[in-house]
């Protein structure tokens, strides 16, 4: 395994829900520490790494985030089985029989299965329905209330999936937890990288948010802090390459290029960082696909509107199955988000940015 996969390895595999994202940033800072200047960190933990370029060209923020999807204890039954409440946005289907980890303050973790009543004892018609998350539960084999104390397990406690990171049999094809949104961590981290040797006309501030899955919260306070001129999200969206999927569901596809929103539920991007986008793209022979998430946002959809206003975009890695246990990537797109974001960023003087404002 290189030294790119072993980092996506160690992102995807690390814990980090929404409010407990601390071994996550201990990763960005152990990656980004060697390629930047110093580091930017708000009160709720988002963590940004400086690149100057021109100490008096614009301010640049490239910002993933570190939270994933998952869950928090909130109950613990006599019988030793554990209630939890979802952080982030989860499709009750994709739930039942899963796999999780529970998270310690140890920093231990405790496998189980997400379970609820079977099939067998259900009426016919419920047995139709989804099972609600307020009638799960989360078997971890102990017997006892006092023994899941024992074993260090209290209400607040995270809950993760368990999944390992797996290279596919088409190696091109990345199978791990949490590529939303680790995978823009990586793009973040490459960014300071590439920039640290080719640098910029401007100040770039690179890293990630915390909080994004529960509302954005993280880049609110990132925006605060950095008061960037122009935002990049790097982020994950939705492919359209699945069985039943039509183009009007999905534009994208797999190894096809980065996603460039020009749409979303938070953010209508800025025309002109659109045609610069494309163009940039174009120059460099970067595999792009404009597309839109009228059911989804990104932190830009905070970002643009933090101070008097600003331009930012999502630009995104299509991953399969996001907010479930497992998802899928293909790492041309992935490496296209890097080249796009570097590219980009090179591009920001500050006569574009004013054009841009301008627009």
């Given at each position: ?94 739930l039942l029989a899963q796999r999780m980890d529970v998270v310690t303050r140890s920093g231990e973790k405790i496998p189980g299965v997400i379970g609820a009543k079977p099939p067998h004892v259900l ?48 190696e091109d094809f990345l199978m791990a937890k949490a590529w939303d949104n680790r995978i823009g961590c990586a793009i973040a981290i490459e960014a300071a990288k590439r920039l640290k040797d080719d640098a910029a006309p401007g100040v770039v501030f690179t890293g990630a948010t ?150």
């Amino acid at each position: 395994m290189n030294e790119s996969l072993h980092m996506l390895k160690r992102l995807t595999d690390a814990t980090g829900v929404p409010g407990n994202e601390g071994e996550v940033r201990s990763l960005m800072r152990e990656y980004l520490e060697p390629h930047v200047e110093a580091f930017e960190q708000d009160g709720l933990g988002s963590l940004f790494g400086r690149v100057t370029g021109k100490a008096d060209g614009p301010r640049v923020m490239i910002a993933g985030h570190m939270d994933e999807v998952g869950f928090m204890v909130t109950r613990i039954e006599e019988g030793g089985f554990l209630r939890f409440q979802a952080l982030g946005g989860w499709w009750n289907q994709v739930l039942l029989a899963q796999r999780m980890d529970v998270v310690t303050r140890s920093g231990e973790k405790i496998p189980g299965v997400i379970g609820a009543k079977p099939p067998h004892v259900l009426p016919l018609e419920a047995r139709k329905k989804p099972v609600e998350i307020k009638d799960m539960f989360l078997d971890i084999g102990a017997t006892s209330k006092d023994q899941v104390a024992e074993w260090g397990i209290r209400p607040g406690d995270t809950v993760v999936p368990h999944c390992e990171f797996t290279i596919m049999k088409n190696e091109d094809f990345l199978m791990a937890k949490a590529w939303d949104n680790r995978i823009g961590c990586a793009i973040a981290i490459e960014a300071a990288k590439r920039l640290k040797d080719d640098a910029a006309p401007g100040v770039v501030f690179t890293g990630a948010t915390v909080q994004e899955e529960v509302g954005l919260r993280g880049a609110v306070t990132a925006a605060n802090l950095i008061k960037p001129d122009v935002a990049i999200a790097v982020d994950t969206g939705i492919p359209g390459d699945t069985p039943g999927m039509t183009p009007a569901e999905g534009l994208s596809k797999l190894g096809e290029g980065v996603q460039v929103i020009f749409f979303d539920a938070t953010t209508i991007t800025n025309p002109r960082l659109i045609d610069l986008i494309v163009e940039v793209a174009k120059e460099n022979d970067i595999k792009y696909q404009l597309d839109l998430t009228p059911g989804g946002g990104t932190d830009a959809g905070r970002f643009h509107l933090s101070g008097v206003g600003m331009p930012a975009v999502a630009l995104t890695v299509p991953v399969r199955y996001l907010h479930t246990n497992v998802s899928i990537i293909h790492k041309a797109d992935y490496e296209a988000a890097v080249d796009l974001v570097v590219a980009l960023t090179k591009r920001l003087d500050h006569e574009t940015v004013q054009w841009l404002k301008e627009g």
